[in-house]
């Protein structure tokens, strides 16, 4: 199947939970996730309408941006290593995982203009993945109040990948109302309007839940 003919898929479900809810469709953005297919797939995604490309490495990342550059918009959604922050930050666009003091110091040092990230959070407390705690997640936002090359656009966070539906709404629900609380604060460089998640498995709940920016790989691109 085409990736055009997935896309149309992916925004018909799109559409029919936006309606389910009274949501607007026009709020929510796909990005294709490109780390496992090739160059020319992801030139076929923006080709079939899809402006933002996710990557997570920083090779791949750059690999993928010499050849399409500015027709997509770019977002980094993997660990970035603070070493790595120099090759990619003048690149993208977003950062979708930021979750640490050091990296954001980094950034504010390594940055041409300012970054739209979105703080990672560990909603379901797993072990094997990244991002903040949902209690650190106010106390470390306070922290960059004064930073100047960093925008806190939003939270992300990755669910459980589970069949269980009202786990699912549960690990949402909860970055949605830590969204609300950041937005409270009225801090300046962060703004914090927009809600990173959701996946191939899960994204028309969390479309559903809220979601802004939803991160497809497998269902758009395929895995080649």
């Avoid at 896309?7 to 018909?12: G, T």
């Avoid at 469709?25 to 990005?31: A, G, L, W």
């Avoid at 996710?54 to 090779?59: A, I, K, S, V």
């Amino acid at each position: 199947m085409s990736v055009r003919e997935r896309l149309a898929i992916i925004r018909s479900n799109i559409d029919e939970a936006c309606h389910r809810v009274g949501r607007d469709n026009n709020d929510v953005r796909i990005i294709a996730v490109t780390k496992y297919v090739s160059i020319e797939r992801a030139k076929e995604a923006v080709v079939a309408g899809v402006a933002d490309l996710g990557e997570n490495r920083d090779d791949g990342l750059l690999q993928k941006y010499e050849a399409i550059g500015k027709e997509a918009t770019w977002h980094f959604i993997g660990t970035l290593q603070s070493r790595k922050v120099k090759n990619v930050i003048d690149k993208i666009d977003y950062l979708h995982s930021l979750d640490r003091l050091s990296l954001a110091q980094e950034i504010e040092k390594r940055a041409t203009k300012p970054i739209k990230c979105f703080v990672q959070v560990n909603v379901s407390g797993e072990e094997t993945k990244h991002g903040l705690s949902s209690e650190q997640v106010l106390p470390f936002i306070e922290q960059l109040r004064n930073f100047t090359k960093i925008e806190v656009v939003g939270l992300m966070t990755m669910a459980p990948y589970t069949d269980d539906e009202q786990l699912l709404r549960r690990c949402f629900r909860e970055l949605k109302q830590l969204q609300q609380r950041v937005q409270a604060l009225h801090i300046a460089n962060a703004p914090c309007t927009e809600l990173s998640m959701g996946m191939s498995n899960d994204y028309v709940i969390a479309v559903e839940e809220g979601a802004t920016f939803i991160r497809i790989g497998s269902a758009l691109v395929g895995e080649e």
